[in-house]
């Protein structure tokens, strides 16, 4: 059903009760003023009636006659009136209308009355002169016995004429007054009814747009008061429920958004509710794309699908590991899934809780490589020193040549343990100190620092007939561990003098940008494939195990220089393509603004 405005419902039944109320009282005044022309028509005739009987002949005349009809049309223009004299018996003696005989009038009822003794009073049609008339018949007496009949009459036509034209102009002014009653109504239905509700109509959709803060004008009608005092009471009462709401929501928001754990919630079809950042980082997806998607749709991992179907069919919560396949590296997930519940207790889907787990798996391998990797290391040289022992109990103690060579053997393997124990040891002590803020560090000039460590690898480089150079500003300040800034850039330029050809040359640089200091080591020798340059920093990792152990390195130097930087609040990073070279680079923070000016 369409709608209509409200004033045009209230409108048509406020015209129907003015047209009625206002042609009521035309009907009214119409019948009133009507009654009082009759009432002053009837004080007329009767006046004049009066005023022509005081005017008769004495005594009453018996019979009709020229004198009498001259008399009574003289009566009828000074009366202005019909004149009729009757005689007792209804025989018309004179009328100064017309001329007799005219039909007998006993039985007209102006007659009757007026022969009874009373004054008579008629309207009715005349059929003498065909038309309505007014009638006042009055007896004329004579000793006190009725003699004739006096019978005065108007005819109605100038009554009528006179009230009709007074009911046109009722009716008009009632038409006028009608008019002016619907603009009144218009204008009075518009300010009362319409413009309130057109206030509370604007304040109401604002409050559906939001805007919550909008007040309803106060308003003078008792029951658009109340309701406008209602709707604001309600605008208030959902605006200070939604503030609440939406800062519940916010913090919600805000605390699954800071999760490291990642949190999806799905309904009972598996259909996506919601996720958090954290989560749509794990699963590879957009958080605006996938809601209201199933899972399946969006994740295309068998393992992921039977965990949620395992914990939707469930009432217990449930644990189980994932594996997500990821561009280099598997991303490992740790899944807690718990059925989610209505207030009712029904279920209505699931919320599952995915933990990265992917850094403790490759710890936990990076430790199994390590036991694996020093066990091995370490199984080596004592392997060698057991077997130069048995060899020397056999007999090879007699031979002096004999026990020379695997007293040397002997003497070189414990060096190599040495050497392992002492990198060990060198580790553990740099990630304690590391660890207890125990490092001391103040500016230095980096060239010193660099410099010592070239001369103390000089005679290795000439060993090999490698060229060392030093690249380095005079002035360039850094704030460092001088004793472990030089190891670490002593084991990176070992590294490279063993990897390099003879005759090559090895570059030791340092320079400075606005965000940092660098520190480079390059060398032109084999490389390192690429598939390697991700692990080169973990303990005991070798890239060509025969060669470093042939060329004496424990597989701990790396290691150490990537906690000697760390140590220093900085980095390594290498850069390497095989057969051209490596490039390792040191990243050091650069000097505070107190430090460059203290310095």
């Known amino acids: ?29 119409d019948h009133a003023v009507r009654g009082v022309f009759l009432q002053q028509r009837v004080a007329s005739l009767k006046a004049r009636a009066a005023l022509i009987a005081g005017r008769l002949p004495q005594p009453f005349p018996r019979a009709a006659g020229a004198e009498l009809d001259a008399l009574v049309r003289r009566l009828d223009e000074e009366a202005g009136a019909r004149v009729t004299l009757i005689a007792p018996d209804g025989v018309v003696l ?93 204008a009075i239905f518009s300010r009362v009814v319409a413009r309130p509700l057109a206030q509370i109509r604007a304040s109401a959709s604002a409050f559906t747009a939001g805007n919550l803060t909008s007040v309803i004008p106060d308003q003078r009608a008792e029951e658009f008061g109340g309701l406008s005092d209602a709707v604001n009471t309600m605008a208030r009462q959902l605006h200070d429920q939604i503030r609440t709401i939406t800062q519940q929501s916010n913090e919600q928001r805000a605390v699954l958004a800071s999760m490291i ?45 039977r965990f949620v179907a395992r914990t939707l069919a469930g009432s217990d919560p449930v644990e189980g590991d994932l594996v997500l396949p990821a561009e280099g590296e598997d991303r ?19 919320l599952v809780v995915l933990n990265d ?120 300040l850094a704030r460092v561990n001088a004793p472990l800034l030089e190891q670490a850039v002593v084991n990176l330029l070992d590294n490279a003098i063993k990897y390099s050809d003879p005759g090559a040359s090895v570059d030791l640089n340092a320079l400075a940008d606005e965000r940092e200091v660098r520190i480079e080591v390059r060398d032109t020798g084999s490389g390192i494939p690429a598939e390697h340059l991700p692990r080169i920093f973990e303990r005991f990792y070798r890239v060509d195990k025969a060669r470093s152990r042939r060329l004496g390195g424990t597989g701990l130097g790396l290691a150490i220089v990537k906690h000697i930087a760390q140590a220093h609040r900085g980095s390594i990073s290498v850069a390497s393509t095989v057969g051209k070279g490596s490039v390792f680079t040191l990243h050091l923070p650069l000097l505070t603004t107190e430090e460059r000016g203290g310095k």
């Not at 059903?1 to 048509?12: A, K």
């Not at 022969?115 to 008579?120: K, Q």
């Not at 699963?283 to 699908?305: D, K, S």
């Not at 490992?332 to 699931?350: F, K, S």
């Open 1 to 29: 059903m369409p709608r209509r405005r409200l004033i045009w419902q209230l409108y048509p039944a406020y015209l129907v009760v003015v047209v009625v109320s206002i042609a009521a009282a035309v009907v009214y005044i």
């Open 94 to 186: 004179s009328d100064s209308e017309k001329t007799p005989p005219l039909d007998n009038h006993a039985h007209r009822p102006e007659v009757v009355a007026a022969l009874a003794g009373e004054v008579g009073l008629v309207e009715r049609y005349s059929d003498t002169m065909r038309m309505e008339m007014h009638y006042c018949a009055r007896p004329v007496l004579d000793d006190g016995r009725i003699v004739g009949v006096l019978r005065v009459a108007l005819p109605t036509a100038d009554v009528s004429d006179a009230l009709a034209a007074i009911r046109l102009r009722l009716e008009v002014g009632a038409l006028a007054m009608a008019a002016l009653a619907a603009a009144m109504g218009i």
């Open 261 to 305: 754990e990642g949190v999806v919630a799905i309904d009972s079809q598996e259909r996506i509710l919601s996720l958090n950042a954290a989560a749509a980082t794990f699963l590879g997806v957009e958080p605006a794309r996938v809601i209201g998607r199933p899972i399946r749709e969006i994740v295309r991992n068998t393992q992921l699908q």
């Open 332 to 350: 490992y997930l740790q899944a807690h899934g718990t059925v989610l519940r209505d207030p009712a207790g029904a279920g209505i889907g699931a």
């Open 357 to 476: 787990v992917t850094r403790l798996r490759r710890l936990e391998n990076i430790r199994r490589d390590f036991v694996a990797n020093v066990s091995h290391e370490l199984r080596t040289p004592v392997t060698a020193i057991k077997g130069s022992i048995e060899t020397l109990r056999e007999g090879a103690m007699d031979d002096p040549a004999r026990a020379e060579q695997f007293l040397a053997i002997l003497a070189r393997q414990a060096d190599r343990l040495n050497a392992i124990i002492e990198d060990l040891l060198r580790l553990s002590r740099i990630e304690q100190e590391n660890e207890r803020a125990e490092v001391e560090l103040a500016p230095h000039r980096l060239r010193d620092v660099l410099q010592s460590a070239l001369s103390d690898c000089q005679a290795q480089a000439a060993e090999r007939e490698i060229n060392l150079r030093l690249t380095c500003p005079p002035d360039l």
